[in-house]
T-cell receptor, first 116, second 105 residues
Framework: KAGVTQTPRYLIKTRGQQVTLSCSPI?????VSWYQQTPGQGLQFLFE???????NKGNFPGRFSGRQFSNSRSEMNVSTLELGDSALYLC???????????????FGPGTRLTVT | GIQVEQSPPDLILQEGANSTLRCNFS?????LQWFHQNPWGQLINLFY???GTKQNGRLSATTVATERYSLLYISSSQTTDSGVYFC???????FGAGTRLFVKA
């Protein structure tokens, strides 16, 4: 079974621009979660989508948004990029949504975003 | 919210040595996972272990939920074990700061 895939793998953007990242979950998985990893803050949960609905959200500003399509693929958008948005963005897929057990996540390889 | 502490923060081993990584958490949880992040950034799922003991080859893990800790054992370490080990748990998947492991040949 193919793993979680993310595109693009690397991205360089300029401050003020917007960016869209894509994640395809493992076949049959309906939950997709997004995370941001930075050296200073570590790994932080952004949001989770399940069956095209955002079910949970972390403590990030409204510039960070996402959506999920009927085939469970998900996109994450960051508008008005800031230098501090430079990070590794990881998505994870799961068979169940968080709150159901067992809730086991599988991660993609990540998208490394650099904002200049 | 849940607090997650991992120890030690850094660990250097000679190839073939054994090690124990610890994850302490502040509240009861019904999910806990251990991950290995390789030097390329990929997070690899090691164990889903909210309680009990599991083994997979040279790796094993134990979670004692009532005492709020989990242990990851690495035996006969290899250079490919290098990277950062994270435990993650809770409703919003709180990650610990990780244990950075370097295995010397």
């Amino acid at each position: 079974k193919a793993g979680v895939t993310q595109t693009p793998r690397y991205l360089i953007k300029t401050r003020g621009q917007q960016v869209t990242l894509s994640c395809s979950p493992i076949s049959g998985h309906r939950s997709v979660s997004w995370y941001q990893q930075t050296p200073g803050q570590g790994l932080q949960f952004l949001f989770e989508y399940f069956s095209e609905t955002q079910r949970n959200k972390g403590n990030f500003p409204g510039r960070f948004s996402g959506r999920q399509f009927s085939n469970s693929r998900s996109e994450m958008n960051v508008s008005t990029l800031e230098l501090g948005d430079s990070a590794l963005y990881l998505c994870a897929s799961s068979l169940r949504f968080r709150g159901q057990s067992p809730y086991e996540q599988y991660f993609g390889p990540g998208t490394r975003l650099t904002v200049t | 919210g849940i607090q997650v502490e991992q120890s030690p923060p850094d660990l250097i081993l000679q190839e073939g040595a054994n090690s124990t990584l610890r994850c302490n958490f502040s509240d009861s949880v019904n999910n806990l996972q251990w991950f290995h992040q390789n030097p390329w950034g990929q997070l690899i799922n090691l164990f889903y272990i909210p309680s009990g003991t599991k083994q997979n080859g040279r790796l094993s893990a134990t979670t004692v939920a009532t005492e709020r800790y989990s242990l990851l054992y690495i035996s006969s370490s290899q250079t490919t074990d290098s990277g950062v080990y994270f435990c993650a748990l809770g409703f919003k998947t709180i990650f610990g700061a990780g244990t950075r492991l370097f295995v010397k040949a």
